[in-house]
């Protein structure tokens, strides 16, 4: 029995593991070193998109404050047009300090896996478990977009938030924006340092190419081992040579 | 801002800084002055980190002071000050020496090239010895790593051979890399954290295939970076075509390093109740590295190039390190730590005296050793007391690894391996014996002696090179420094993996 909704739910890791694979054999079977860069280039990629798979979470956004002090006036001033209600917004988030915390909470690999019991597949599950524990992140921008009736004009902030309170929505708002959820960035810097690595070795990589092209006249591997053999015995040996 | 509390970043800041700054300068003798003024400052800091480690114990350095579980850790116990110091010590004595040999082998426009990759490769050792966190050490590994294919290929003005050598290191050592990252990979997505304390925490009563799959991945990944005995095949030829300084660094340093983290992930990270670890230590590290001591010291018998015979000798010595830390006790973890120290020493002055051999007779073959005893006499006497630690005669080194080795054999109850410890000394007994029975017993060859004379290597060869043979004998004689401190550290380890 092959269960296919597991099989297909964990497509990331299957795009990973193919690339990884198409990668170490280009390595390994080909003779042409740029071929072989190229294929370790592809392994090492591969490596790169299981981070940055591992990293996201489904309805995940980019961990940028939204809803914050500064940054907050932008989506709803985006959605309604008009200042009040974004001053509204902002005032009603100051209610409860700090609302990105909880995003972040969800977020955490280590508490969503302890939740559940250590078994053969808990890290796994544990990791698909945490996205559908949270609200899509749709959810906070409708609410952004739904808030405030046109009706508010220029009302104080404070005011506005009473209104917003007796409107019943805005509440709701807030209650969403406390959940965003946040794509984990860590993993995302990592492999952008990892990059940086990968890049230097293909430097390194491609540069000693053109230097064994200029001192054998060859990039094959074969014939690069069939030169260094008449140059130690005076003919090509047949088969690997001796180490 | 007090200089004792940064001591730790020291040895981190100093070389990385300096590396630039050595291209800026002419070439000529000023490279080499400036590297080696900073190799020994980093080697004193490397001394009062040592010293402070072992009276106050574990330093915690936070990097740009972000608390730990977030922020990188710099965190040194007895283990990694002690492989800092061996690194450090052995930079200081091979910086100074490489001045003649790299002259003659690189071409004199490259040298401030050079010597940046020498201090960078430092650096890179340093930071996998000095980081507490798991990410760190990859990255670090890279810079290391990427400086030695560098390195390696600069000995193509020599021999093209370097450069296909370079470069089959240069694929084979990112695929170790990119492994370990993998690994790396899922244990952060099992546990979260990347620092090694916290993952150690995280870890504990963890045991699901995700972390499975994780150490299985960082112990092919460090596998392939330590030359362990299956995926050594980069190593030969990288020592052989890399110039000599190059080789006497690397050789003495690089390995040891990787064994080093693999100690560090098993013990500190993993620890002793994670049962793939048990079942690692006796189906993989237990029959390679026995595989590892037989084969590659067999192999290193017959070769003609002196610096390959060595080579296969330090994948061999490898095997010791691996068996080592096999047996999963306190003693075997203190007696591969103790091998790590004493075999940077003798390999370090081991190919330090082919170096000279290849300076003065631009060969490295065996016939070209044939009567050196009168002509290099310094270089031979070097030669063979640092082949005889490597044998493991008493009064050396290599006697205080062995008899650590052997007597943890015997607490582990595998009588078995302790006999092959003792029987693939013999083998090293054999090449070795084989080079020096040239050098000291044989008449000088017709041809060498008709040409022009040898003379002895310059003294700015000898000395470092004889630093580190007294080093040799001196720390074969007072064991209880290295093998002192080596137990301490083994016996912390122990304690954070929960061990016997």
């Known amino acids: 029995m092959i269960d296919f909704a597991f099989i297909a739910e964990r497509y990331n890791y299957w795009i990973f593991i193919i690339l990884m694979m198409i990668g170490l054999y280009t390595v390994i079977s080909r003779g042409n070193l740029i071929k072989k860069m190229v294929g370790l280039n592809i392994f090492q990629t591969s490596v790169f998109i299981y981070y940055i798979s591992v990293g996201k979470i489904a309805g995940g956004t980019a961990p940028i404050l939204i809803g914050g002090e500064d940054h907050g006036e932008e989506p709803a001033a985006e959605g309604v047009g008009q200042a009040a209600p974004a001053l509204a917004q902002s005032e009603a988030l100051h209610a409860e300090p700090f609302p990105k915390i909880e995003g972040f909470e969800a977020n955490d690999l280590s508490t969503a896996l302890s939740g559940t019991e250590p078994g053969a597949e808990a890290g796994h599950e544990a990791l698909h478990a945490a996205p559908t524990a949270n609200p899509p992140l749709t959810a906070p921008d409708e609410a952004l977009t739904t808030v405030p009736p046109p009706s508010f004009d220029i009302a104080p902030p404070a005011d506005a938030a009473q209104h917003a309170a007796g409107a019943g929505q805005p509440l709701d708002a807030l209650h969403q924006t406390a959940e965003i959820i946040y794509t984990n960035p860590l993993p995302h810097v990592l492999i952008l340092t990892a990059i940086v690595v990968g890049v230097a070795t293909t430097a390194v990589g491609l540069a000693l190419a053109v230097r064994i092209r200029e001192a054998y006249g060859t990039i094959e591997e074969d014939e690069l081992e069939a030169a260094d053999d008449i140059a130690e015995f005076g003919h090509a040996m047949t088969g690997k040579a001796g180490a | ?500």
């Open chain 2, 1 to 500: 801002m007090n200089l004792a509390e940064q001591l730790p970043v020291i040895p981190i800041i100093l070389p990385l800084v300096a590396a630039p700054l050595t291209l800026l300068i002419r070439p000529g003798r000023a490279p080499w002055a400036w590297v080696t003024f900073i190799s020994w400052l980093i080697f004193a800091a490397c001394v009062a980190i040592l010293a402070d480690v072992a009276a106050n114990g574990v330093i915690s350095y936070h990097l740009g002071d972000w608390a730990p579980p977030i922020g990188i850790e710099y965190r040194i116990d007895l283990a990694n000050a002690l492989v800092l110091a061996l690194v450090s010590g052995v930079a200081a004595a091979v910086f100074p020496f490489a001045y003649e040999s790299v002259r003659t082998e690189i071409d004199d426009r490259q040298s401030p090239f050079f010597y940046t990759m020498m201090l960078i490769n430092l650096t890179g050792l340093l930071g996998v010895t000095i980081t507490g966190d798991a990410f760190n050490v990859f990255v670090f590994l890279e810079i290391s790593s990427i400086s030695t294919y560098a390195l390696v290929a600069m000995g193509a003005r020599r021999d093209r051979r370097a450069l296909t050598s370079a470069f089959n290191y240069l694929v084979m050592g990112t695929i170790g890399a990119t492994f370990f990252v993998i690994g790396l990979g899922l244990l952060y997505q099992a546990t979260g954290t990347l620092n090694m304390a916290d993952l150690h925490l995280k870890l504990a009563g963890l045991n699901n295939r995700v972390v499975e799959a994780g150490f299985a991945f960082i112990l092919v990944g460090i596998g392939l970076k330590l030359a362990m005995f299956p995926m050594h095949l980069w190593l030969p030829n990288a020592y052989t075509y890399a110039p000599s300084a190059v080789s006497a660094f690397i050789a003495a340093t690089a390995t040891k390093v990787a064994v080093y983290v693999l100690v560090r992930f098993f013990f500190t990270v993993f620890g002793l109740d994670f049962a793939f670890l048990t079942k690692a230590f006796t189906f993989v590290l237990l029959p390679l590295g026995l595989a590892g001591m037989f084969l590659a010291s067999l192999v290193a018998v017959f070769q003609e190039d002196v610096k390959r015979m060595l080579a296969y000798s330090s994948v061999g010595q490898i095997g010791y390190m691996l068996l080592g830390i096999s047996f999963g006790t306190e003693k075997g973890l203190a007696a591969a730590l103790i091998h790590v120290v004493n075999h940077g020493l003798m390999k370090g002055a081991l190919f330090m005296a082919v170096a000279c051999v290849v300076l003065r007779l631009g060969d490295q073959r065996c016939d070209a050793f044939q009567g050196l005893a009168r002509r290099m006499p310094f270089t031979t006497w070097a030669f063979v007391i640092s082949g005889l630690s490597l044998v493991g005669v008493p009064m050396t080194v290599g006697f205080v690894s062995k008899w650590y080795l052997v007597n943890a054999a015997f607490a582990a109850g595998n009588i078995a391996a302790a006999f092959l410890v003792v029987a693939s000394s013999l083998i090293a007994a054999v090449y070795v014996g084989r080079i020096v029975e040239l050098m000291v017993l044989r008449e000088p060859a017709e041809t060498a002696s008709g040409s022009r004379p040898v003379k002895e290597a310059p003294w700015s060869m000898v000395i470092p090179m004889w630093v580190l043979v007294i080093a040799n004998i001196y720390f074969g004689v007072h064991t209880e420094f290295t093998a002192g401190l080596a137990s301490q550290a083994a016996a912390a380890l122990m304690t954070i993996a929960g061990g016997r």
